[in-house]
């Protein structure tokens, strides 16, 4: 069996740009893809935040250190600059590789740089 598992996350993500036109779906700054493990062409989930939008597009990169988050082409419409989004990317286990399995969690402030990682979600309390 097969199981679909978060394998990262950019948390808080900051939208720096929304390029209609555009060629390509998600920059993002190439430190920050390195940092969650996302590769440039992956599939990514697009949780916005500000607006209650939720999209798939791929990632490709940006400038390294340059903070920018970029939703462009056909996804431009449901994000605009200064939106806070999260961007997930999956991936497929067997029942042995989810045993062992730990995702990769970057969390950013409002200059898209890097305040902390983690590998675990703390438990929702009641």
Known sequence: ???????????????THSELEYEGSCAIDGKL??????HEYE???????TNG??????????EDGSG?????GAAAHKADPGDII??????????????SFKPTLVYLNEDNRITHTRN????QVA
């Open 68 to 72: 920018v988050v970029s939703v462009n």
């Open 43 to 49: 599939q990514i989930e697009i949780y916005n935040i």
């Open 120 to 123: 675990t979600i703390p438990v």
């Open 53 to 62: 939008e939720r999209f798939t597009t791929y990632a490709i990169r940006a």
């Open 1 to 15: 069996m097969q199981l679909t598992l978060l394998k990262a996350k950019l948390h808080r993500a900051h939208v």
């Open 33 to 38: 893809l390195e940092a969650a493990g996302i």
């Open 86 to 99: 999260i961007i997930c990317a999956y991936a497929r286990l067997n029942q042995q590789e989810v045993a």
